[in-house]
């Protein structure tokens, strides 16, 4: 069946950047989605990356995608204490007839002052 | 703009109890979906509805039940309450697949079941 994986934590300094890395198992999957998730509260969308596209920059983030790996990273640039969170990976299953996301584990990541 | 609202945000349950959790959104979306996080966990898909009237079955359906008459509206039943359903439940809409249609999370409802 379908799997994604993350590892459980990271914790960097401020102003520093952030790698999260995600594997995923599906290769039918059109979209990569990265989620937030802060303290109580339900899950964000930060971004997101098409299939056919090796990268995506937005404003300090970048995401880049290996299909041959089915490797997904998301890099937070100039990382602040309020970008400490849960980052999720997701794909979208089901050959987007149905929009199903498989999520991962979550990411921890801790930014130190 | 309320988005996804769900109800309650905290419930205690004893065993064998039954409740329903409330999810409505006020963006007219076709999609809804409900998950359940367990701690350390990712999001696992429970069920899931493409419009009204419509409901499937997703990942870990045993124990639920859940109903769609209306587009607004998604609510989440449990009969029989176990404990191996203590979790963070969340609801979560879209407008429609095939395009980039990102689902929107409700602030999660936490269950626990003693």
């Known amino acids: 069946g379908e799997d994604v994986e993350q590892s459980l934590f990271l914790s960097v300094r401020e102003g520093d950047s952030s790698v999260i890395n995600c594997t995923y198992t599906?290769?039918?999957?059109?979209?990569l989605y990265w989620y937030k998730q802060e303290p109580g509260a339900g899950l964000q969308l930060l971004t997101y990356?098409?299939?056919?596209?090796d990268m995506k920059q937005d404003q300090r983030l970048t995401v880049l995608l290996n299909k041959k790996d089915k490797h997904l990273s998301l890099r937070i640039a100039d990382t602040q204490t309020g970008d400490s969170a849960i980052y999720f990976c997701?794909?979208?299953?089901?050959?987007?007839?149905?929009?199903?996301?498989?999520f991962g584990t979550g990411t921890l990541l801790a930014v130190q002052p | 703009n309320a988005g996804v609202t769900q109800t309650p945000k905290f419930r205690i349950l004893k065993i064998g109890q039954s409740m329903t959790l409330q999810c409505t959104q006020d963006?007219?979306?076709?999609?809804m979906y409900w998950y359940r996080q367990d701690p350390g966990m990712g999001l696992k898909l429970i069920y899931y509805s493409v419009g009204a009237g419509i409901t499937d079955k997703g990942e870990v359906p045993n124990g639920y039940n859940v109903s769609r008459s209306t587009t607004e509206d998604f609510p989440l039943r449990l009969e029989l309450a176990a404990p191996s359903q203590t979790s963070v439940y969340f609801c979560a809409s879209s407008y429609s697949v095939g395009t980039n249609q990102p689902q929107h999370f409700g602030d999660g409802t936490r269950l626990s079941i003693l």
């Open positions: 997701a794909e979208n299953c089901g050959g987007g007839a149905t929009n199903k996301l498989i």
């Open positions: 963006m007219n979306h076709n999609y």
């Open positions: 990356i098409f299939s056919n596209m």
């Open positions: 599906d290769s039918s999957s059109t979209y």
